[in-house]
């Protein structure tokens, strides 16, 4: 039990903000969410495939529309887990970095922080628009 | 580094000599997720599309399904090693601390049954 009396050392709000905080704390975050958002969209979605047919087109029915197109859950789920999974995949990588000791250097600790911040930015926005290739290229007037 | 008091060791708040192995688990299941998820989720881009009818032949191969129960077992492992470091870190309470824990350990387990066995039983051609 904590002492009210006596004064509580400052810690995290006397620090300033850098890359190796925030993508230490988005480690967390993210894998927190693809753990249990993730983690049960992907054991409900094979429950729903092993099921039957029936089963699984209400399950496709929550994350897409009419025509079999993605709606608006499965755009925010979609996209959200696609960024999670690279910052958290990025980040692991630089994990391992760590663990051999390298990579502490101020300037390449920070480096390292934002290319994984930056990489999975830039890694989802082209996997979400290689998926939507055919709806972008229709922006543009061509038909893929 | 001492092996605490006489007292917390009675209580057995000490510790419980399992850090470097849980440490090591999580990374030994990391770097499977490395080559597993990626694989997971290229295979699903690559699909035509995701009907019931396609993603069922997708899982009937042998190697499909031997490696998406390898991912399932292994993702619900790592994800029940990170979230018990979560649990520790921000959960105080020990009784708090137990009955979420358990929880963790029902949902990790749970969804590594449900994942793996119906991957089993569409392999196997119950759903096809």
Known sequence: ?144 | MGNGTNLGRVRGLGSAKAGAHHWWLQRVTAAANLFLVPWFVFSLIRLPNLSHGIVVDWLSSPLVAVAMILLSANVFWHLRLGLQVVIEDYVHNESSKLGVLILLNFFAIGGAAIAIFSIAKIAFGGAA
Not at chain 1, 20 to 39: C, D, E, K, N, P
Not at chain 1, 77 to 82: D, P
Not at chain 1, 120 to 142: E, K, P, R, S
């Open chain 1, 1 to 144: 039990m904590r002492n009210t009396d006596r004064p509580m050392a400052p810690h995290l709000q006397i620090w300033r903000w850098g890359p190796h905080m925030l993508v230490s704390i988005l480690h967390r975050m993210t894998g927190v969410g693809l753990a249990v958002v993730g983690g049960i969209i992907f054991a409900w979605w094979l429950l729903a495939a092993a099921s039957g047919e029936e089963s699984y087109s209400w399950f496709a029915g929550l994350l897409t529309v009419e025509s079999g197109r993605i709606n608006i859950v499965g755009v925010v789920l979609g996209v959200g887990l696609t960024w999670a999974f690279f910052t958290h995949l990025f980040n692991g990588i630089r994990h391992f970095v760590l663990d051999t000791g390298a990579g502490y250097e101020l300037k390449t600790n920070k480096r390292g922080a934002i290319l994984v911040v930056a990489g999975a930015i830039v890694a989802t926005a082209a996997l979400w628009g290689w998926l939507q290739c055919d709806w972008i290229m229709g922006i543009f007037g061509g038909g893929a």
